[in-house]
């Protein structure tokens, strides 16, 4: 009868305990610089919120409770927002991510110049959202603006087209104006994917007599899935809290053709100076943000890992 004898396990040394903090010791610093700049004027923003707080009368500020939130509800502007809001990120993010796209796809064959082209377009991206704004405004322009004098010549237009005094079209012209300075990031992020994308997938599906739509789909989508996730979470995020590009094309008009939740808030707060109704709108619009950026991570994760 054989015998099976144990043999003890090689001891693991037990690491010192400033092994073991180190980790934690690394990560406080950024911990408490997010509490600080993060955190804290979350709650602050919260407090705000339940008081009536006007800052040319701030001994005046009394707690209302929800009383804010209720207002705001039965505030016929906030919905108004809300929708050029839901507008301002539905077509905008698709938008530079469809003409990121093209732009990658095209950066990502052989040309000459390729080095060129590359760098040129990031030049939107590059240049300061103000000096944007203030340009297209040039270009929308009435009585000056080179659009008008192009449509106006090629007799598509009989007459010249108010683009930003126009309330039917001052949103979607400053649409298109984000959308010009923004691809550019698509550009980039997904050209970095399909550089890291193996030419022998490519050379397989040649081979297998696959199209070019077959190999896009097949090979080069699922390779730029989680850039193309990533880089929508992303500017999801910065589309919907962007307003210095509207404030200085049409200032939320006209009327609040072009308002935005962001915007809405920062003139109740900086120049009607109302910061608790002000502050209840931004804490509103965080929280809804929040519930989009939720379902769009639940979404693409499963789109992503199929």
């Known amino acids: 009868m054989a015998l099976s004898v144990a043999l003890p396990k090689e001891a693991v040394p037990a690491r010192p305990w400033r092994t073991r903090l180190l980790p934690y010791g690394l990560l406080t610093p950024a911990v408490i610089v997010t509490v600080i700049i993060v955190f804290l004027p979350m709650i602050e923003a919260v407090v705000t919120s339940l008081y009536e707080f006007m800052l040319f009368r701030p001994n005046a500020a009394r707690f209302v409770g929800l009383g804010n939130y209720v207002k705001l509800v039965q505030d016929p502007v906030f919905w108004i927002t809300l929708g050029h809001t839901a507008i301002w990120i539905g077509l905008t993010v698709p938008l530079q991510m469809g003409l990121g796209l093209i732009a990658a796809l095209i950066l990502n064959r052989e040309f ?37 004098e192009i449509l106006l010549r090629l007799a598509i237009v009989q007459s010249a087209v108010p683009w930003l005094a ?8 400053v649409i298109a104006t984000l959308t010009w300075q923004g691809f550019p990031f698509f550009a980039v992020m997904i050209l970095a994917g399909l ?19 077959r ?8 390779g730029i899935a989680g850039v193309l996730a990533t880089a929508g979470l992303l500017r999801i995020i910065w ?11 049409t200032g939320g008009g006209p009327g609040y053709a072009t308002q935005t939740l962001p915007l809405y808030a920062f003139v109740k707060a900086r120049q009607n100076l109302d910061f608790g109704y002000g502050t209840t709108i931004a804490v509103m619009f965080t929280l809804l943000l929040g519930i989009v950026v939720a379902f769009y991570i639940a979404r693409t994760s499963r789109e992503v890992e199929r």
């Open 112 to 148: 000459p110049w390729r080095g060129l082209a590359r760098a040129l377009v990031i030049i939107p991206w590059a240049l300061p959202s103000v000096v944007i704004a203030l340009m297209w405004r040039w270009i929308y322009d009435a009585n000056t603006g080179v659009l008008n």
């Open 195 to 213: 550089q890291g994308i193996p030419r022998s997938r490519y050379e397989a599906a040649a081979i297998d007599g696959a199209s070019a739509w």
């Open 166 to 173: 126009d309330p039917d079209t001052a949103l979607y012209a």
């Open 215 to 222: 190999q896009f789909r097949h090979v080069t989508f699922p």
């Open 239 to 249: 589309v919907a809290n962007s307003i210095d590009v509207i404030f200085v094309m």
